[in-house]
C-alpha cells in the first residue's frame, strides 16, 4: 500500500494529482503565439489553438483602430510580449501592431486572419493549421 501524505505538496509522497496545463500557463502560451504572428506573419499551430489565436489576433488589430491611440497601445501592450522585430532592435511587435498591421486593415471591419489546414502531426496525430493575416 502506498504512503499517505498529504496531497499537492512536497515531502514524502511528492506532488500527486496536480494538473499539468493550468488556465494561467494556456494564457501565457496564447500571447506568445500571437507575438509570433505578429512578428513573422504566419504560424502554424494546432486546430484548436488556431482558434483562441485568431479571436485574440483580431482583437489586437480592432484595437489598433480605436481613436483614443493611447489606451488602445497600453490594452494591447498589456497582451503583446515586448519583442523585437529586426536585428537592429529598432521596431518592437506593439510598433509592428500598429504601425503596419492596423493601418493595412483600416477598411475592412473584420476577419483580419485565415487559417489554412495543413494535414496531422506525425507524433500524435493532431490536426494542424497554418495562421496568417489576410492580404
Do not use: C
Not at 499551430?45 to 489565436?53: F, R
Not at 537592429?88 to 487559417?115: E, H, M
Amino acid at each position: 500500500m502506498p504512503a499517505q501524505g498529504r496531497k499537492n505538496v512536497h515531502g514524502k509522497t511528492g506532488v500527486r494529482f496536480k494538473a499539468a496545463y493550468t488556465k494561467s500557463k494556456y494564457e501565457n502560451m496564447l500571447r506568445n503565439v500571437v507575438t509570433d504572428l505578429i512578428v513573422h506573419d504566419s504560424i502554424k499551430v494546432t486546430a484548436s489553438v488556431a482558434v483562441d489565436v485568431i479571436k485574440e489576433a483580431d482583437r489586437l488589430v480592432t484595437l489598433t483602430k480605436k481613436e483614443d491611440v493611447m489606451n488602445a497601445k497600453r490594452q494591447a501592450a498589456a497582451f503583446v510580449r515586448n519583442v523585437y522585430v529586426d536585428e537592429a532592435k529598432t521596431v518592437s511587435a506593439l510598433d509592428k501592431l500598429f504601425n503596419t498591421i492596423g493601418p493595412k486593415f483600416a477598411a475592412r471591419n473584420g476577419g483580419y486572419t485565415r487559417q489554412f489546414k495543413l494535414g496531422n502531426r506525425k507524433g500524435d496525430d493532431a490536426p494542424i493549421v497554418l495562421v496568417t493575416w489576410v492580404d
